[in-house]
């Protein structure tokens, strides 16, 4: 899941931290969701921007080689590198039947939905125009993502969570 301006980026600039401009309705969201979660997956900078030591996570890092503790006193948050850990270690750290929760940021985004295991996506689009900044994916245009995964078989949902907020849901 997550939160993005109408133009497609998830933060302003790097740092941000989106809690300031979303709604609390997402904000709402994001709590259920990661509550509903066994897991949450995010990069480093996200994780470090959003610290949470009671959270099972899995924090994307080329710093590693293999999947370490992040750190040796905070139980089930772990550092994992895809580029060098297969995807079956990351089942194995997880659980085959545990549900995972994706939290981005931009190549965390991509990486999931280029290996197409996503059963669900939540888009929060808050009414701001930002212009520049941190984009939802690099490797395909924010407009281009309802045809994308329409064409995945993913059935497309919209509904409004306050007067000016939508939040499109993508289910398969
Ligand atoms: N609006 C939203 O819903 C939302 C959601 C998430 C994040 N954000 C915001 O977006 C910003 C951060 O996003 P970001 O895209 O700049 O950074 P990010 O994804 O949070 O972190 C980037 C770092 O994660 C690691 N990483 C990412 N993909 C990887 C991969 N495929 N393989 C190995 N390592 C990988 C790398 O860490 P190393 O440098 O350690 O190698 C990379 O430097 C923050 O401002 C955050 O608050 C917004």
């Known amino acids: 899941m997550f939160a993005c301006s109408q133009d497609g980026f998830i933060a302003k600039k ?22 509903r979660s066994d897991w949450s997956v995010m990069g480093r900078k996200t994780h470090e921007l959003n610290p949470k030591q009671n959270r099972k996570r899995v924090v994307f890092s080329r710093k590693v080689k293999i999947i370490e ?18 995807w079956s270690d990351f089942e194995k750290l997880v659980g085959l039947n545990s549900k995972v929760l994706i939290l981005g940021g931009t190549r965390v985004h991509d990486f999931f ?5 996503l059963s669900k996506i939540y888009i929060t689009i ?15 245009n924010f407009n281009d993502l309802e045809s994308f995964l329409i064409a995945k078989n993913y059935r497309k ?16």
């Open 126 to 140: 808050e009414p701001l125009n930002f212009k520049t900044g941190i984009r939802a994916f690099s490797f395909i």
């Open 69 to 86: 503790p992040i750190n040796p006193i905070i139980k089930n948050q772990f550092y994992f590198n895809p580029d060098i850990t297969q």
């Open 14 to 35: 790097e740092g941000d931290n989106p809690s300031l401009w979303t709604s609390e309705e997402d904000h709402k969201l994001l709590i259920e969701n990661i509550d």
């Open 157 to 172: 949902e919209q509904k409004k969570i306050n007067e000016k907020t939508i939040l499109v849901t993508y289910s398969r």
């Open 113 to 117: 939905l280029y290996l197409d295991v």
